[in-house]
């Protein structure tokens, strides 16, 4: 399985899949493919997702079958198990990130099995496995607790079989697209008869983190090629080893972002999303921000590459975003959207926010999506204030565009106008 994005091993993982880290000199996937075939396992299919075409290059090196699963940004690895279905029968199923340290898979398995080490859980949303004396799993846990289940899983074609089967009816369930393959078996443990095969403590390794890769491989902390990091050194006037507790950040709809600290001080990186380009203005966006910075709108900002669209910020710590039922706090907000528009700055991009309603309808559209059931009535009513506004002839100037509630922040009494992604020269009061 090659199709996840790997977002916890930021900010590595936002520019190249987990599965093409280099650790110890060694792609981490071309490593597992070598030991896959040194093994006799020759028949390998790699389902791709994310960065689906930097793997291309592995099917003529290493003469493995390619498959993609398109729906790798929107549900969980049932998918990508569910692409290659058919295919099920005396099977490994791996996952493309992990590091062992000798070669783990043998050319003749007796059942199914996945791979245990006598590792504590520490971190709260692993699987672990309770087995009895021959080693079959009665249940999983989840949380923390020993041992840890990491790395491969086998399945002989009964198991196979009786699996997919379960699956194809489990996926039918909105709510179990989203979750990992081992909660169908934790689910299912009294039908899917699985054991655990042991390996020394220490041999399996996955990277959650960048400070896991570089505690496993010392060359990380003085060498690595990740532009993103060498945007902190550069902006920061640091050294990599001075990058300390980086965390994935999961919020935001657009984009990925992760917060980090230097010199015991806490900042934010913003690294755009895919495709973000074709739809936002990373000038404008950049223009907007040094206007924010300097009339105090929002002056956590420190800098951000307009052609690139990365950028870095303090983080703002003890907040919370706008409560609609806090007067106060509405109040402050329509001050600083009101501070905004008296500056009546110009700009060189026009936002024109009903063109783009209408561009957004269309994509949703296109996608099959269904409308609520008053869409219409609210439609025909927006349209006709956009028709007023058209028709006043006030002067169009620099807008937010994109001013509700995510966007603005709290820090007690004091707020701050943030991701101004979709700024623009407007009429105000749309925005």
């Known amino acids: 399985m090659v199709a996840g994005m790997g977002s916890r091993i930021a900010p590595l993982g936002y520019e190249n899949p987990k599965g093409l880290l280099k650790v110890h000199g060694e792609i981490l996937i071309e490593r597992q493919i070598k030991q896959l075939q040194a093994s006799g396992i020759k028949d390998i299919t790699l389902v791709l997702g994310y960065m689906k075409e930097k793997f291309f290059y592995l099917e003529d090196k290493f003469n493995v079958k390619i498959a993609i699963n398109e729906d790798y940004y929107r549900y969980n690895n049932i998918s990508t198990i569910l692409k290659v279905a058919p295919q099920f029968k005396n099977t ?21 099995s996945y791979a245990v080490v006598h590792e504590h859980a520490n971190v709260s949303g692993e699987f672990y496995a309770l087995m009895n004396s021959r080693k079959l799993i009665k249940d999983i846990e989840i949380g923390v607790g020993e041992p840890l289940m990491t790395g491969h899983a086998y399945f002989d074609k009964e198991f196979s079989d009786t699996f997919i089967s379960i699956l194809k009816e489990e996926f039918k369930d909105e709510t179990t697209r989203y979750r990992l393959w081992e909660y169908v078996l934790m689910k299912h443990i009294g039908t899917l008869k699985m054991y655990g095969k042991e ?62 600290e230097v010199f015991d001080k806490v900042y934010m990186y913003r690294h755009p999303g895919v495709g973000t380009d074709s739809y936002i203005n990373r000038r404008v966006e950049a223009y907007a921000q040094e206007v924010a910075k300097e009339y105090g709108l929002d002056d956590s900002f420190i800098c951000m590459n307009p052609d690139k669209g990365w950028k870095i910020a303090n983080y703002i ?81 620099l807008c937010h565009c994109d001013f509700y509630d995510p966007n603005i922040l709290f820090q007690g009494k004091r707020p701050y106008l943030i991701d101004w992604e979709y700024v623009g020269v407007d009429d105000p009061v749309l925005i």
């Open 92 to 112: 490994y199923l791996c996952v493309s990130d992990i590091y062992y340290d000798e070669n783990p898979f043998d050319p003749y398995m007796y059942g199914p």
């Open 199 to 260: 390996y020394p403590a220490n041999s399996i390794h996955e990277f959650d983190s960048f400070e896991d890769l570089q505690n496993f491989d010392t060359l990380y902390i003085t060498n690595t090629d990740s532009q993103i990091l060498e945007n902190i050194t550069t902006s920061l006037n640091c050294e990599l080893k001075d990058i300390k507790n980086i965390e994935a950040v999961k919020k935001g709809l657009t984009n990925l972002s992760f917060k980090f």
């Open 317 to 397: 710590t003890d907040t919370h975003t706008m409560d609609y039922h806090n007067d106060y706090e509405v109040n402050a907000s329509l001050e600083m959207i009101r501070k905004l528009h008296d500056l009546q700055l110009e700009g060189k991009y026009e936002f024109n926010v009903w063109k783009k309603t209408n561009d957004f309808i269309a994509m949703i559209a296109e996608k099959g999506r269904h409308d609520f059931d008053d869409f219409d009535e609210l439609y025909n009513k927006l349209e006709r204030v956009f028709q007023f506004t058209e028709a006043d002839n006030y002067p169009k100037i």
